[in-house]
């Protein structure tokens, strides 16, 4: 079988939630199946100015092919028509334009697609909402695989997205929740498609020792692991920790890492690390006591999977219905929506080591149920023997066509959104995980104490 796996960017020392998740499915197809990668030529995700030479090299053994950016983006033009499509009445054609300004914009490499699809069983695209996924799937319908990391955003909402939804072969989704919002929107049930999310390297364990003799970093930690920035929430955890380290307890330390967008806090306990490699990352999971994700917005958390891989306990942003989903169906950790519940969940953690451990051995047991890569490649393989049945039953789907010109140019179509905040919200909780764990709200110490005995 021969595959071919497209996304925005990729390289071994890219930090991106969607770009690592491409990079790891396709080094792991590789072993079943002969992959090759289409991206661009960008590394930075906000200009996707070009930065790597266009042309074919290889990453980790893999053929990579990469095709320039016609333009960068800019920044103010994709604010304008951001808040044109999301906030008022507009047309299709005005919803394309959006597109084209988020890029990242490469022709070329849609062009190759189209002219080399017929050569591939199937083309796994990632991340729905940009130019490549779009205008890809387009020119290569009858294979492509999307892989969509959605989360719950406008941009969920544009109407442009409901035949790609509807007119691929299959979707391999990342969590119930991004499922049901796909579902939402785009009404695209009878669609195949599976919640597979992606796996990790786990080494056999990580050295809190060697973390702390490359840091210099002593007592108790609370990790964060990600790109640092406000759309990550991290301006929010900053704000939480600082106040709980003066009013709760003044024995923990916020530990970052990755690279930074904002400002981080100069304060003698948040310390930041920058970009590190695997192992010293695992080195900090070893290390810490919790891991905290105060995202917003996540169609999947590959590190609070990482962290109960670690067993380690997770505190997660209750306002994000798939942080909050996974930490309840694991029962590996707890949430907050507020401050108080913030400062309540962590000293909680804090304050009580059954709890903490029983938190921990449910999100491995979790981690080993679902997300090993052994489940991870056996949905992906078992999602390409049904595609190969249905083509050779000759039931493939094919994808809607565009309206014509002037039906494009009609002002008919409603903000994105309205349609995405009219969708139910809430974790999906149709399959709890494993053992009897309190992954829930934040627990007042009354509710721990009994969770501890």
Known sequence: ???????????????????????????????????????????????????LPPGSDEVNGLVVHRFPVRRERDPGEFGRRSAHV???????????RWLRSEGPTSPALVRRLRRTAATYDYLIFFSYRYYHAYHGIRAASPQAILVPTAERDPALGLSVFGPIFRGVRALMYNSPEERAII???????????????????????????????????????????????????????FDFFQRYAAEVSDQLRLVLVGSALIDVPSHPRIHHLGFVSDEEKFDALAAADLLVMPS???????????????RLPVLVNGACDVLRGQAVRANG????????????????????????????????????????????????LSMLERLQEEDRAETARRIEDLPSWLARRRRDRPPAREIVDALPTGPVLDRPGPGPGPGRRAPSRRRADRARG
């Open 1 to 51: 079988m021969r595959l071919a796996v497209i996304v925005q960017r990729y390289g071994a020392d890219l930090n991106g939630g969607a770009e690592l998740h491409a990079r790891y499915i396709a080094e792991r197809l590789n072993r079943h199946a002969e992959v090759e990668v289409f991206t661009t030529c960008a590394r930075d995700y906000v200009s996707w100015r070009n930065e």
């Open 333 to 380: 950790g707890l949430y907050y929506t507020s401050y108080a519940e913030f400062a309540e969940a962590l000293n909680v953690i804090e304050t009580y080591p059954d709890l903490r451990a029983g938190l921990a051995a449910n999100g491995r047991a979790y981690f080993d149920q679902h997300y090993t890569w052994g489940t991870i490649e056996r949905k992906y």
């Open 183 to 237: 579902q939402g929107v785009s009404a695209n049930h009878d669609v195949p498609g599976v919640v597979v999310g992606v796996g990790s390297e786990i080494p056999a364990r990580g050295s809190a020792r060697r973390f702390r003799s490359r840091t210099g970093i002593r007592g108790r930690l609370v990790l964060y692991v990600g790109r640092i920035d406000e759309n990550k929430g991290c301006e929010e955890l």
């Open 86 to 96: 999301f906030e008022r009445v507009h047309s299709l054609a005005d919803e394309l």
């Open 296 to 310: 917003f917005l996540e169609s999947l958390s590959m590190v609070t999977l990482e962290a109960w891989a670690m």
